[in-house]
T-cell receptor, first 116, second 114 residues
């Protein structure tokens, strides 16, 4: 049981380049989330998904797109990277409300992204 | 809108001593969840302890306990018998029962002095 995994662990991009971050979970969780973490600002929610095929915007969605084609995967895309997107990105997953355990989120190890 | 505040950007504690990290939050809800997460240098977020707002009893997990003051909207974390491995960033977080967005505080960096 690997829990929540993220690839890649670290990436350097030039301004304007695109990339996709992959999050995978093997706990059969309905809900998945993408956060970014910046110094002094805690974690901020970018996008989240409450089930396969559905996504929703979080607090800071601009410049990002997401897809949840399979229940176990949640992809975060940057179409045209900007230096302001330099950050550490965390993926998380949790059970659904109906399962009564949705209050606990399980986090991946993070992806460090540097945009030059 | 809900907010979570951690007024101590940095704290330090002597090994084997006790330290308390502060957290306050703002909400108009009566039912919700509160969490403390630990983030060591490895950067992975680890759930330390959680508290359901409808429970009056303070949550406890081994050396970690909370002081939940619902009326004051305060949720502090006490670490007893501090160990070197406790050195990390600690985030307080809030989540409405019926809504899945978790709101995090800015974090407190805890150093443990040998």
């Amino acid at each position: 049981n690997a829990g929540v995994t993220q690839t890649p662990k670290f990436r350097v991009l030039k301004t304007g380049q695109s990339m996709t971050l992959l999050c995978a979970q093997d706990m059969n969780h309905e809900y998945m989330y993408w956060y970014r973490q910046d110094p002094g600002m805690g974690l901020r929610l970018i996008h989240y998904s409450v089930g396969e095929g559905t996504t929703a915007k979080g607090e800071v969605p601009d410049g990002y797109n997401v897809s949840r084609l399979k229940k176990q995967n949640f992809l975060l895309g940057l179409e045209s990277a900007a230096p302001s997107q330099t950050s550490v990105y965390f993926c998380a997953s949790s059970y659904s409300i109906s399962e009564g355990r949705q209050e606990t989120q399980y986090f991946g190890p993070g992806t460090r992204l540097l945009v030059l | 809108a809900q907010t979570v505040t951690q007024s101590q950007p940095e704290m330090s504690v002597q090994e084997a001593e006790t330290v308390t990290l502060s957290c306050t939050y703002d909400t108009s809800e009566s039912d919700y969840y509160l969490f403390w997460y630990k983030q060591p240098p490895s950067r992975q977020m680890i759930l330390v302890i959680r508290q359901e707002a409808y429970k009056q009893q303070n949550a406890t997990e081994n050396r970690f306990s909370v002081n939940f003051q619902k009326a004051a909207k305060s949720f502090s974390l006490k670490i007893s018998d501090s160990q070197l491995g406790d050195a990390a960033m600690y985030f307080c977080a809030y989540r409405r029962t019926s809504y899945d967005k978790v709101i995090f505080g800015p974090g407190t960096s805890l150093s443990v002095i040998p």
